[in-house]
């Protein structure tokens, strides 16, 4: 396994591996690895030659009142993970090197407004923003036949797949399933910030999520029904949303067969956690 820091050297094995016509796929992340990441890694394993993990913790998705600085670094694990997973190269750049300029003189991204200013945009402005512009950069670096991105983060992935679309990219998103604990809960790097009652109390999200399955698989398909069942699992807890919308974010009065998502944040301990349903 190869660790890159740099640009250069970053494009220098890439033009290698285009020379010996291999595939490349793209996993992103932010570090702090867990199982939920390693997933991703292994469906590009199974489907591309060559498999790069990227870790860069992208300041400019991050508002100022965020926690960019408490974010987990998890270096040597990271790496460990990547190794024993069979990855051929982690791309690991310092900020310098993604965003070598003042951030005036980047040049920067709009996501599309009418799926980037709700949910999570409309508490976070700017956030898909920042991720469009860090995930172009790393398509550019790369040259990906195919990146993977899970289904959790389902906003962000809508929208990195409608920028492949508008960009006319030549690279295949491939969404990946949401990976759980034994008991139901979504993996993901804040899960670390929880104590060992506040695991306890956010498996009430995922059981939320499960009312509403059992609710539609009875036949039953009204979204405020389905929204109402599922706050009834989550008394007691702060929900800063539950909606049951279509693949452009736009709310559903009756849910769709293949065009429905259920997305719920909530706050357990002060963490925002994010959990969803793909119907």
Not at 67 to 96: H, T, W
């Amino acid at each position: 396994m190869q660790v890159i820091t740099n640009t250069i050297e970053l494009r220098q094995y890439i033009t290698e591996i285009k020379a010996k016509n291999k595939t490349i796929g793209l996993v992103p992340t932010m570090g702090a690895l867990h199982n939920g990441h390693l997933s991703l890694i292994t469906k590009s394993k199974e489907q591309c030659d060559c498999t790069i993990v990227s870790i860069f913790i992208n300041p400019t998705q991050f508002a100022p009142n965020e926690d960019f600085e408490q974010y987990p670094r998890k270096k040597e694990a990271d790496l460990s993970v990547c190794q024993k997973a069979g990855v051929e190269l982690v791309f690991m750049p310092e900020i310098a090197q993604m965003y070598p300029l003042d951030s005036t003189l980047q040049t920067t991204f709009n996501a599309p407004k009418n799926m980037a200013s709700v949910l999570e945009g409309a508490t976070r402005p700017g956030h898909f923003d920042g991720v469009l512009q860090v995930v172009s950069k790393l398509f550019n670096l790369t040259q990906p036949t195919k990146a993977f991105f899970g289904q959790k983060d389902a906003q962000q992935l809508l929208i990195i797949q409608k920028m492949v679309e508008d960009l006319f990219l030549p690279i295949a998103i491939v969404p990946c399933p949401i990976i759980r604990t034994q008991d139901g809960l979504a993996l993901s790097s804040r899960n670390a910030y929880l104590s060992a009652n506040g695991k306890k109390e956010a498996l009430k999200i995922s059981s939320a999520l499960n009312t509403i399955t059992r609710a539609i698989m009875q036949g039953i398909t009204d979204s405020k029904i389905l929204k109402n069942a599922a706050l009834e699992v989550l008394q007691n807890v702060e929900v800063e949303y539950l909606v049951i919308v279509d693949r452009e974010l736009k709310e559903l009065p009756k849910i769709k067969k293949d065009s429905t998502l259920v997305l719920i944040v909530a706050r357990i301990e002060g963490v925002r956690l994010l959990d969803n349903l793909w119907f």
